[in-house]
Nanobody
C-alpha cells in the first residue's frame, strides 16, 4: 500500500504565500511523477504543476512565475511553493503520485486534499 499525506493549506490574503507538502509512504520502489492538482467549487479538477523523477517540471499557464514545484526523492516528498496568491487560486489542492511499488505493480494515487483559501 502507498499513501499520500498532504499539509500546508489554509487561509491567506491576496498577494500572500503558502507552501504545500505531500509525503508518500508505504511499499514504494520509485515515484516517476508527482504533481499537484486543484479543484475549485463548481469546476473540474485541473493540473497545477508536476515534476518528474529527473526534476522536469510542468506548470499550468495560470500559475507560471508564481508557483514552484520541487521534490525530495530521498524522502518521497513533493512541495508546492505558492507566491503572489490570487483569489482565483482558492481551491482544494490534491497531491498525485505515479510510480511502482516494491511488488513491481504500478500505482497512481491521490492525497485527501488540502483547502487553500485566498481572501481578504
Amino acid at each position: 500500500q502507498v499513501q499520500l499525506v498532504e499539509s500546508g493549506g489554509g487561509l491567506v490574503q491576496p498577494g500572500g504565500s503558502l507552501r504545500l507538502s505531500c509525503a508518500a509512504s508505504g511499499s514504494i520502489l520509485s515515484i516517476n511523477i508527482m504533481g499537484w492538482y486543484r479543484q475549485a467549487p463548481g469546476k473540474e479538477r485541473e493540473l497545477v504543476a508536476s515534476i518528474s523523477i529527473s526534476s522536469r517540471t510542468n506548470y499550468a499557464d495560470s500559475v507560471k512565475g508564481r508557483f514552484t514545484i520541487s521534490r525530495d526523492n530521498a524522502e518521497n516528498t513533493v512541495y508546492l511553493q505558492m507566491n503572489s496568491l490570487k483569489v482565483e487560486d482558492t481551491a482544494v489542492y490534491y497531491c498525485n503520485a505515479q510510480g511502482v511499488s516494491i511488488l513491481r505493480s504500478y500505482f497512481d494515487i491521490w492525497g485527501q486534499g488540502t483547502l487553500v483559501t485566498v481572501s481578504s
